[in-house]
């Protein structure tokens, strides 16, 4: 579900849409159009220089925007904007996970087997260790004996260590276009992810804009214009080759305002966390995206069969871009992404929605207990 | 967070330096660490147990309990144990006789299998060779166009009759592929395919269709080093469903361990044959499974530290020495003979920088000077054998003869002949202690240096309780300490 403007009704066509009157938006589109001719031109020289100017031009811009419009009003202008739920596609990860433990044979005086069982989840060594600690003590307090028993504790202790009520993308502050930017490493799946949830915003009837900042990986911006047409949502491309991806960004951000977007997703490069550079253009294409407008959600996209090295991308890509929420992708397959429990644990980072294939409509929200008895299966 | 396997192992062996030999236990709890090393590099449970069942039998068998540092032998294992698996040695590429050599790629989603066919296109290029590549992936969006933007890149030239995007058979694009090859006379083809898991039996079957319909020479198994334990399953799944000749390592200029190097090495017995090392085409190298065995066990440079020493010092020689000692006949023609070797191991301050933690080190690099080796090896090269052998005979005018045909003062031929008598005499009674070997490198090849000498020499009541410790002490040398007590494995006491 996300929430937006009342005035703009679920059925109500596209074009429609784009009438809406221009004050709804924080910022000015005619200033913007003006913005985005100033960093198409500079496009051609430097990149760095475009950025410069275009984060300059903002600011001018902002200052010229508060001189023209009386601010106050504004802002009672947004506050009084009301908001209407709307209720997107059902989407459910059961599909997607393949118990491990449905193999075992639990026996509360030897659960090694259980630890051996969660280290090829990708849990971790030390995680394991505490899980099935934490099991022999709740079963000691129960007094559990049987199979069923223990993985009755096994589920419900996942269920609580995962539970956590912040699993929604936020996209209710009223301030549109709400902003998803889409992070990870190289081939995780974060292309295909926007896709498929730019696909189930349009289907609740938003209006999306995509932006192909990804403009490194041969084909990438083409790769995305393919989901953009599949999902029926605009794509804001590089107008050359090998732009600035931070240019991009902002222009994608002027142009989902221009054309009244509810929601702009930015793609990004794959990038490995060790690469310091790659790692600070992150960091500035957030920054230029911030110059616009507030960024909901920081989706990082880990492949659920990658190992241990997953913590330290979380740890990486939060530190230079914020992350909000997990995406983990690949489910469909034999692996188990258990070490998303040590990135909730040590980073309070929410797992928000799975990949479970290929397909457009082959995504689900997290669901901790789903995940859960997916896990142990059905006692 | 924990430290690298080497801080570990390091706490891990702490107490057996002084102890000299291995009990059981004690090659438990050293494998116990490693299991866990193993595991966090993401090395497949199963592989993890074979794997330490396989060291725990050498660890206990003679090799170790012979060794003259037997903590370093387990280490040296437990090195050897990762390459033998590994490959042992690279392999190379196999061509075939009667071109074009067919190479085919596959792998799961997102591995990177696109990318290293530009790669392998190019590195062939490079080397002579008419690549061509096939666009075979119809599956993921643009990834015909990944392709061709690829082959325009490096300049190879891509056979590319559908447009993908869920259009067309590449079971028959392969087939052309190989027929236009043949045509025109290209002597590598390098057939791309779709990503795929190895659950989803309809698409291993596609694989094994496009297996069958090119006849590879080679069909390389593309896996990312970031995969953790299911890397396992992965592997066997191809392995059966599609059969492949070697395997490639992608992204490892990552910081991930890649411990499914060692899984998937393990679970198929193929040999990894390249490493894919950047997005950049000229990102790609072959396969060196030493390297690998060290970035597994984030190990620094330690085991090659191990190698290098163990190389030029023979142990039988050390043993030998150790008797002679125990006679009392050490010297200093022994002396001299050991300060070569030392030697041989290259510079002193390079190898203890080779450490892990060697940073704490640095004060105490800063102390082992290598003049003072310079003029200790002068001072006795000066002496006649007779003299080496017996330095009692060595009297004023003898000293003085020798300080001047070493250039240095009579001062220094003196101190390095009290100095040698105190720790030829430490060493004595650390041999006829019962202890059976030496425990870390022989402590004779420590230099004698100068300034450490008086302090030594100040503070009687605290000689150490260790014997090596104890006769660096008496031979004026000060052992480097790190706040662990001591450095892994004896080098640099
Ligand atoms: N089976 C399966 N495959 C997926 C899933 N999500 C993505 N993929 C596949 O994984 C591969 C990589 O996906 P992309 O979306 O291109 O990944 P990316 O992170 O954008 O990759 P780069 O931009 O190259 O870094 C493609 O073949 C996708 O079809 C999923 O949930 N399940
Ligand atoms: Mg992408």
Same mark, same amino acid.
């Given at each position: 579900?996300?929430?937006?403007?009342?005035?703009?009704?679920?059925?109500?066509?596209?074009?429609?849409?784009?009438?809406?009157?221009?004050?709804?938006?924080?910022? +000015?589109?005619?200033?913007?159009?003006?913005?985005?001719?100033?960093?198409?031109?500079?496009?051609?020289?430097?990149?760095?220089?475009?950025?410069?100017?275009?984060?300059?031009?903002?600011?001018?811009?902002?200052?010229?925007?508060?001189?023209?419009?009386?601010?106050?009003?504004?802002?009672?202008?947004?506050?009084?904007?009301?908001?209407?739920?709307?209720?997107?596609?059902?989407?459910?990860?059961?599909?997607?996970?393949?118990?491990?433990?449905?193999?075992?044979?639990?026996?509360?005086?030897?659960?090694?087997?259980?630890?051996?069982?969660?280290?090829?989840?990708?849990?971790?060594?030390?995680?394991?260790?505490?899980?099935?600690?934490?099991?022999?003590?709740?079963?000691?307090?129960?007094?559990? +004996?049987?199979?069923?028993?223990?993985?009755?504790?096994?589920?419900?202790?996942?269920?609580?260590?995962?539970?956590?009520?912040?699993?929604?993308?936020?996209?209710?502050?009223?301030?549109?276009?709400?902003?998803?930017?889409?992070?990870?490493?190289?081939?995780?799946?974060?292309?295909?992810?926007?896709?498929?949830?730019?696909?189930?915003?349009?289907?609740?009837?938003?209006?999306?804009?995509?932006?192909?900042?990804?403009?490194?990986?041969?084909?990438?911006?083409?790769?995305?214009?393919?989901?953009?047409?599949?999902?029926?949502?605009?794509?804001?491309?590089?107008?050359?080759?090998?732009?600035?991806?931070?240019?991009?960004?902002?222009?994608?951000?002027?142009?989902?305002?221009?054309?009244?977007?509810?929601?702009?997703?930015?793609?990004?490069?794959?990038?490995?966390?060790?690469?310091?550079?790659?790692?600070?253009?992150?960091?500035?294409?957030?920054?230029?995206?911030?110059?616009?407008?507030?960024?909901?959600?920081?989706?990082?996209?880990?492949?659920?069969?990658?190992?241990?090295?997953?913590?330290?991308?979380?740890?990486?890509?939060? +530190?230079?871009?914020?992350?909000?929420?997990?995406?983990?992708?690949?489910?469909?397959?034999?692996?188990?992404?258990?070490?998303?429990?040590?990135?909730?644990?040590?980073?309070?980072?929410?797992?928000?929605?799975?990949?479970?294939?290929?397909?457009?409509?082959?995504?689900?929200?997290?669901?901790?207990? +789903?995940?859960?008895?997916?896990?142990?299966?059905?006692? | 967070?924990?430290?690298?396997?080497?801080?570990?192992?390091?706490?891990?062996?702490?107490?057996?330096?002084?102890?000299?030999?291995?009990?059981?236990?004690?090659?438990?709890?050293?494998?116990?660490?490693?299991?866990?090393?193993?595991?966090?590099?993401?090395?497949?449970?199963?592989?993890?147990?074979?794997?330490?069942?396989?060291?725990?039998?050498?660890?206990?068998?003679?090799?170790?309990?012979?060794?003259?540092?037997?903590?370093?032998?387990?280490?040296?294992?437990?090195?050897?144990?990762?390459?033998?698996?590994?490959?042992?040695?690279?392999?190379?590429?196999?061509?075939?006789?009667?071109?074009?050599?067919?190479?085919?790629?596959?792998?799961?989603?997102? /591995?990177?299998?696109?990318?290293?066919?530009?790669?392998?296109?190019?590195?062939?290029?490079?080397?002579?060779?008419?690549?061509?590549?096939?666009?075979?992936?119809?599956?993921?969006?643009?990834?015909?166009?990944?392709?061709?933007?690829?082959?325009?890149?490096?300049?190879?030239?891509?056979?590319?009759?559908?447009?993908?995007?869920?259009?067309?058979?590449?079971?028959?694009?392969?087939?052309?592929?190989?027929?236009?090859?043949?045509?025109?006379?290209?002597?590598?083809?390098?057939?791309?395919?779709?990503?795929?898991?190895?659950?989803?039996?309809?698409?291993?079957?596609?694989?094994?269709?496009?297996?069958?319909?090119?006849?590879?020479?080679?069909?390389?198994?593309?896996?990312?080093?970031?995969?953790?334990?299911?890397?396992?399953?992965?592997?066997?799944?191809?392995?059966?469903?599609?059969?492949?000749?070697?395997?490639?390592?992608?992204?490892?200029?990552?910081?991930?361990?890649?411990?499914?190097?060692?899984?998937?090495?393990?679970?198929?017995?193929?040999?990894?044959?390249?490493?894919?090392?950047?997005?950049?085409?000229?990102?790609?190298?072959?396969?060196?499974?030493?390297?690998?065995?060290?970035?597994?066990?984030?190990?620094?440079?330690?085991?090659?530290?191990?190698?290098?020493?163990?190389?030029?010092?023979?142990?039988?020689?050390?043993?030998?020495?150790?008797?002679?000692?125990?006679?009392?006949?050490?010297?200093?023609?022994?002396?001299?003979?050991?300060?070569?070797?030392?030697?041989?191991?290259?510079?002193?301050?390079?190898?203890?920088?080779?450490?892990?933690?060697?940073?704490?080190?640095?004060?105490?690099?800063?102390?082992?000077?290598?003049?003072?080796?310079?003029?200790?090896?002068?001072?006795?090269? /000066?002496?006649?054998?007779?003299?080496?052998?017996?330095?009692?005979?060595?009297?004023? /005018?003898?000293?003085?003869?020798?300080?001047?045909? /070493?250039?240095?003062?009579?001062?220094?031929?003196?101190?390095?002949?009290?100095?040698?008598?105190?720790?030829?005499?430490?060493?004595?009674?650390?041999?006829?202690?019962?202890?059976?070997?030496?425990?870390?490198?022989?402590?004779?090849?420590?230099?004698?240096?100068?300034?450490?000498?008086?302090?030594?020499?100040?503070?009687?009541?605290?000689?150490?309780?260790?014997?090596?410790?104890?006769?660096?002490?008496?031979?004026?040398?000060?052992?480097?300490?790190?706040?662990?007590?001591?450095?892994?494995?004896?080098?640099?006491?």
């Amino acid at each position: 579900m996300f929430w937006r403007k009342k005035d703009k009704s679920v059925n109500e066509p596209i074009v429609e849409i784009q009438e809406r009157p221009k004050e709804q938006h924080p910022i +000015e589109p005619v200033a913007v159009v003006e913005v985005q001719d100033a960093v198409t031109e500079q496009a051609i020289i430097q990149d760095e220089l475009v950025l410069a100017q275009a984060e300059d031009e903002v600011e001018t811009y902002e200052s010229a925007a508060i001189t023209a419009k009386d601010v106050e009003v504004h802002e009672v202008e947004i506050a009084q904007v009301e908001l209407e739920p709307v209720v997107l596609p059902k989407r459910s990860l059961t599909k997607g996970i393949r118990s491990l433990f449905s193999r075992i044979k639990f026996d509360l005086e030897n659960l090694e087997e259980l630890e051996s069982v969660l280290i090829q989840a990708d849990f971790g060594v030390d995680a394991s260790e505490a899980i099935v600690a934490e099991v022999k003590s709740r079963a000691k307090k129960s007094g559990a +004996e049987t199979e069923a028993d223990l993985r009755l504790i096994l589920t419900g202790l996942l269920t609580e260590k995962f539970g956590r009520d912040d699993r929604a993308l936020k996209l209710d502050s009223g301030i549109q276009p709400y902003v998803i930017l889409v992070v990870g490493v190289n081939g995780a799946g974060k292309t295909t992810t926007i896709g498929k949830l730019a696909n189930w915003l349009t289907q609740g009837g938003a209006k999306v804009t995509l932006g192909a900042a990804d403009t490194f990986r041969a084909a990438a911006v083409e790769q995305l214009e393919t989901w953009a047409t599949r999902s029926n949502s605009e794509i804001v491309k590089p107008t050359i080759e090998g732009q600035d991806p931070a240019s991009v960004a902002f222009e994608s951000a002027e142009r989902a305002i221009a054309s009244q977007s509810d929601v702009l997703i930015i793609d990004t490069a794959g990038r490995l966390q060790n690469k310091q550079g790659l790692m600070d253009e992150l960091g500035k294409i957030r920054r230029v995206i911030e110059k616009n407008l507030a960024i909901s959600e920081v989706l990082l996209v880990l492949d659920a069969t990658t190992g241990q090295n997953a913590l330290a991308q979380a740890k990486a890509f939060t +530190e230079v871009a914020n992350v909000t929420g997990i995406v983990l992708t690949k489910l469909d397959g034999t692996a188990k992404g258990g070490i998303v429990y040590s990135i909730q644990e040590q980073l309070d980072i929410p797992v928000k929605l799975v990949g479970i294939g290929e397909g457009i409509d082959d995504f689900g929200f997290f669901d901790a207990s +789903e995940f859960a008895i997916g896990l142990v299966g059905e006692s | 967070m924990f430290g690298n396997l080497s801080e570990r192992l390091v706490e891990t062996f702490k107490n057996l330096r002084s102890k000299g030999k291995l009990t059981a236990a004690d090659i438990d709890a050293t494998l116990r660490e490693i299991r866990r090393a193993l595991l966090e590099a993401d090395v497949a449970l199963e592989v993890v147990k074979n794997f330490i069942a396989a060291v725990r039998e050498r660890a206990l068998g003679d090799e170790v309990s012979k060794a003259l540092n037997p903590a370093q032998q387990v280490v040296q294992i437990v090195q050897e144990e990762l390459v033998a698996i590994l490959g042992g040695e690279q392999r190379r590429l196999s061509f075939a006789k009667n071109p074009p050599t067919v190479i085919m790629l596959a792998g799961l989603q997102g /591995s990177g299998k696109t990318t290293l066919a530009g790669k392998l296109a190019k590195w062939l290029k490079d080397q002579g060779q008419t690549p061509i590549l096939v666009a075979c992936d119809l599956q993921r969006p643009n990834a015909v166009n990944q392709l061709q933007v690829i082959g325009e890149r490096v300049g190879v030239p891509v056979f590319a009759p559908e447009a993908g995007n869920g259009v067309g058979n590449p079971v028959t694009v392969a087939k052309d592929a190989i027929k236009h090859a043949k045509q025109k006379q290209f002597s590598v083809v390098i057939v791309d395919t779709a990503g795929r898991l190895g659950i989803d039996e309809e698409l291993m079957k596609q694989a094994n269709d496009i297996r069958k319909a090119t006849d590879p020479d080679e069909v390389l198994f593309v896996i990312d080093s970031m995969i953790g334990q299911d890397a396992v399953n992965v592997a066997k799944a191809f392995e059966e469903g599609v059969g492949i000749t070697g395997v490639v390592l992608t992204k490892l200029d990552g910081d991930a361990r890649g411990g499914a190097a060692l899984s998937v090495a393990q679970v198929t017995g193929k040999p990894i044959i390249f490493a894919s090392t950047g997005e950049g085409m000229e990102a790609f190298e072959p396969f060196y499974p030493d390297r690998m065995a060290s970035r597994i066990l984030d190990m620094g440079d330690i085991l090659t530290l191990i190698e290098q020493a163990q190389k030029s010092f023979d142990e039988d020689q050390a043993r030998e020495m150790a008797e002679k000692m125990a006679k009392d006949a050490f010297t200093l023609e022994d002396f001299l003979d050991q300060m070569q070797q030392l030697r041989k191991m290259g510079s002193i301050k390079n190898m203890l920088a080779m450490m892990p933690g060697a940073n704490k080190l640095k004060n105490q690099l800063e102390n082992i000077d290598e003049k003072e080796i310079d003029h200790t090896e002068a001072i006795i090269r /000066s002496m006649t054998i007779k003299e080496r052998k017996d330095p009692k005979i060595l009297n004023g /005018s003898r000293r003085l003869r020798i300080a001047k045909g /070493s250039g240095m003062t009579v001062t220094d031929v003196n101190s390095l002949v009290n100095r040698f008598e105190q720790a030829a005499k430490m060493m004595k009674t650390m041999s006829r202690g019962g202890n059976p070997g030496i425990p870390g490198m022989p402590t004779g090849l420590a230099p004698m240096g100068r300034p450490q000498a008086k302090k030594a020499k100040g503070k009687k009541g605290s000689k150490s309780g260790n014997p090596a410790k104890r006769a660096a002490e008496a031979a004026g040398i000060e052992l480097p300490k790190t706040d662990k007590g001591g450095s892994a494995f004896g080098l640099g006491g």
